[in-house]
Nanobody, 117 residues
Framework: QVQLVESGGGLVQAGGSLRLSCAASTSIRSFNNMGWYRQAPGKQRELVAIMPSSTTTNYADSVKGRFTISRDNAKNTLYLQMNGLKPEDTAVYYC???????????WGQGTQVTVSS
């Protein structure tokens, strides 16, 4: 069973930075798409950033220029560097990975990010 474990969340002041990590229990080369999503209280889960390949990235308009998604295949880890955080970035952040062969979606347990004004 594939597991995704997020870490790095916390409480930060507006304008601050956090780096989220998502460690996979298997080689991330087995996934054809990995990404970060977030869900704020009372809202639907939304896409933050995805990385369909090692060289391709896509971001939600709300985080462009502030967040950077990256991956380290050797460490089987996906990252999300978040700079210039705003109170509206407050949410539970989830790591997602889609299996290359089965198409199965895997989700982490989520990590809380809280940005104070």
């Amino acid at each position: 069973q594939v597991q995704l474990v997020e870490s790095g969340g916390g409480l930060v002041q507006a304008g601050g930075s956090l780096r989220l990590s998502c460690a996979a229990s298997t080689s991330i080369r087995s996934f054809n798409n990995m990404g970060w999503y977030r869900q704020a209280p009372g809202k639907q889960r939304e896409l933050v950033a995805i990385m369909p390949s090692s060289t391709t990235t896509n971001y939600a308009d709300s985080v462009k220029g502030r967040f950077t998604i990256s991956r380290d295949n050797a460490k089987n880890t996906l990252y999300l560097q978040m700079n210039g955080l705003k109170p509206e970035d407050t949410a539970v952040y989830y790591c997602n990975a889609k299996d290359r062969w089965s198409g199965h979606d895997y989700w982490g347990q989520g990590t809380q990010v809280t940005v104070s004004s």
